[in-house]
C-alpha cells in the first residue's frame, strides 16, 4: 500500500510538472531596431517559443514572409527611415558626450515610432498579455509595457552587458576591470586605461540622467500618461536579463542570478544546407577560401572607392578563393577568384572546412559565429562594440586588428598571409570555440528555460538583488561613506578647535 502511494506522489508530481512546463502564456515581444542583425538573433529564440505553445505578438521591423503558428507580426516600418539617417551620420567622429547625444536621438525616434504606431495604440486599449520581453537599448519608456498590462519583462541585450543595465540589475561591474563598450579597451586596463575609463563613464551616467532618461520621460508622457512612475524607476522592474555574452569569448565576471549569458543562441545547433550557387562555389574550389563580410549595418558597397580598390587588388594577388558579401551586383574591377553576393548565410559558410579565414567588421554576432565554428577573424572595426569585440579577440589570439582609415595595400595583404600561414591562429580558435560549446545546455534552451521559469514564477521577484530597488548612491553606499566622511572632518574641526581653545588658555595662564 506504502508504495502504491509513493507510486501515485511520484506521478502526480511528473504530471503538475509537466504542466507547469508546458503552460502556455501570451507574450509580447518588441523588438523594432532596424539592424538585421538584432532580429537574426532572437528571431530562433521568438520562434521557438511559439513552437512550444506560447502565442506571440512581436513588434519588428522585419516581418515574416511565412505564416507561422502562433506567431504575430506587428510591422515597424518606419524604424528603417531612422536607421538611414542614423547610418549616414554614425561614422562621423564626435566628442564623447556629442556622440552620446547622437545616438541617445536615434534611440528617441525609434522608441516613439513603436509607441506612436497605429496598431501598437490599438493593441494597448484591446489586448491583454502575461509577459513582455523587450530589446532593452536604451528604450526606456518601452518599460510601461509591464505596468500597462501589468505582467514581468524579461530584457534582451544583443551586444551583451554595460554600464546601464549593470546599474538597473544591481550587478557590480567595478570601472577598474569592467571598460566601457565604447572604449575599445578589454578587462586588463593600464593606469592610464582605467582613468580614461572611469572618466568616460561617469560622462555616460551624466549623459543619461541629464539628456537620456528625460527624453524618454517626454515620450512616456507623451503616449503613456496613465504610468505615473518615472523611466528611471519604470526601468528598475525587470525580471530577467538575457545577454549576448559568454566568459569564453570577454572574461569572468560577477553577474547576480538574473542576469543570464545566452550569448550565440541565435546559431542553429547543425548547419543548415547551402543554397545550390553557394555550395557550387565551394565544392570546385581548388584552393582554400576567405569569407568576407562587414554585416547588415555597414555596407562593403558604400566603402570610398580606393577603400575597395585596395580591396580588389589584394585579393586579386592571393592565391585564395574569396566570398564577399558585397550588395550591389556589380563591383568595378572585381577579381576572378572573387564571388560576390548581398547576402550570405554566414553561420553555415562558416561551419565549412575550406573556410579559413573570416574578415569582418567584429559585430558580437559575426564574433560569437566565429568561435561556435573555431575559424580566425580578421577584424575591421567601424564603431559601438566593434573595437571592443576585436580587441578582446586579439587578446585571445585568434585576431587580427586593421584601421579602416589607415589601411594600405601591403597592410592587408601581409595580415590576411599571417593568418593564413601562421597556423597559431587557427588552433587558438579551435582552443576558444571548445571553451564556449562546453557547457551543461545550448544557450538557446538556456534562454527558453529561464524565460519560462518567469512565466512559471510570475516574474520570479525572488531572483532580484535588493541593489536593484537602490540608486547608485545607494547602492555603492556612497551615502553612508559620505556621511562617515562630513562626521570624520566634524570630529577633526572639532578637536582642533579644542586644541587651539586649551593651548590659548594655556598662554593666557603662563
Not at 387 to 406: I, M, P, Q, S, Y
Not at 458 to 485: C, F, Y
Amino acid at each position: 500500500m506504502k508504495c502504491s502511494n509513493t507510486f501515485l506522489l511520484i506521478v502526480a508530481y511528473l504530471f503538475i510538472n509537466l504542466i507547469q512546463q508546458n503552460e502556455s502564456a501570451k507574450i509580447l515581444a518588441i523588438f523594432p531596431f532596424p539592424g538585421p542583425s538584432q532580429y537574426i538573433l532572437v528571431k530562433p529564440f521568438l520562434k521557438t517559443l511559439a513552437a512550444r505553445g506560447h502565442e506571440l505578438t512581436v513588434l519588428n521591423a522585419f516581418p515574416s514572409k511565412e505564416n507561422v503558428k502562433n506567431y504575430r507580426d506587428i510591422p515597424i516600418m518606419e524604424a528603417h527611415e531612422i536607421q538611414k539617417y542614423y547610418m549616414q551620420g554614425a561614422v562621423i567622429e564626435r566628442n564623447i558626450w556629442s556622440e552620446l547625444t547622437f545616438t541617445s536621438e536615434f534611440f528617441y525616434n525609434v522608441t516613439r515610432s513603436v509607441l506612436r504606431c497605429p496598431q501598437v495604440q490599438e493593441l494597448l486599449q484591446t489586448e491583454s498579455f502575461d509577459l513582455a520581453i523587450i530589446e532593452i537599448i536604451n528604450s526606456e519608456a518601452w518599460y510601461s509595457f509591464g505596468p500597462h498590462f501589468g505582467v514581468p519583462i524579461i530584457g534582451v541585450s544583443s551586444f551583451g552587458s554595460d554600464l546601464i543595465i549593470n546599474e538597473i540589475m544591481g550587478n557590480p561591474a567595478p570601472f577598474s576591470y569592467t571598460p566601457s563598450m565604447g572604449s575599445g579597451f578589454t578587462e586588463e586596463m593600464t593606469y592610464m586605461e582605467r582613468l580614461q575609463n572611469v572618466v568616460i563613464q561617469l560622462i555616460q551616467l551624466l549623459h543619461n540622467y541629464w539628456v537620456h532618461l528625460p527624453r524618454q520621460q517626454q515620450i512616456l508622457e507623451e503616449y503613456m500618461p496613465h504610468i505615473k512612475d518615472h523611466v528611471r524607476n519604470l526601468r528598475r522592474n525587470i525580471s530577467l536579463f538575457l545577454l549576448n555574452q559568454h566568459f569564453s569569448l570577454s572574461f569572468a565576471r560577477p553577474n547576480v542570478p538574473n542576469m543570464i549569458e545566452v550569448g550565440g543562441f541565435q546559431i542553429p545547433a547543425e548547419p543548415n544546407p547551402l543554397p545550390e550557387d553557394i555550395r557550387s562555389i565551394i565544392d570546385n574550389s581548388t584552393q582554400d577560401i576567405i569569407y568576407f563580410s562587414m554585416g547588415s549595418n555597414v555596407k562593403s558597397k558604400d566603402f570610398p572607392p580606393e577603400t575597395l580598390k585596395i580591396f580588389n587588388e589584394v585579393f586579386a594577388q592571393l592565391p585564395y578563393t574569396v566570398l564577399w558579401k558585397y550588395e550591389n551586383p556589380q563591383l568595378p574591377g572585381k577579381p576572378s577568384n572573387v564571388f560576390i553576393n548581398p547576402w550570405f548565410p554566414q553561420a553555415d559558410i562558416l561551419a565549412e572546412e575550406k573556410v579559413k579565414l573570416f574578415i569582418s567588421h567584429g559585430g558580437l554576432l559575426s564574433t560569437f559565429e566565429a568561435v561556435h565554428h573555431g575559424k580566425p577573424m580578421l577584424g575591421i572595426p567601424i564603431f559601438f562594440d566593434q573595437n571592443l569585440n576585436v580587441n578582446n579577440a586579439e587578446k585571445r589570439g585568434f585576431a587580427l586588428k586593421l584601421d579602416v582609415k589607415t589601411l594600405t595595400p601591403s597592410l592587408f595583404r601581409d595580415s590576411i598571409l599571417e593568418m593564413m600561414h601562421n597556423s597559431s591562429y587557427r588552433q587558438k580558435a579551435k582552443e576558444i570555440s571548445q571553451r564556449y560549446h562546453d557547457k551543461p545546455m545550448k544557450p538557446l534552451d538556456l534562454a527558453i528555460y529561464w524565460t519560462e521559469y518567469i512565466i512559471r514564477h510570475r516574474g520570479a521577484p525572488h531572483l532580484r538583488s535588493p541593489a536593484q530597488k537602490m540608486n547608485i548612491l545607494q547602492s555603492h553606499s556612497l551615502d553612508t561613506v559620505g556621511v562617515l566622511l562630513i562626521a570624520a572632518l566634524l570630529i577633526m574641526c572639532l578637536i582642533k578647535l579644542i586644541f587651539q581653545y586649551i593651548s590659548k588658555s594655556l598662554f593666557i595662564s603662563c
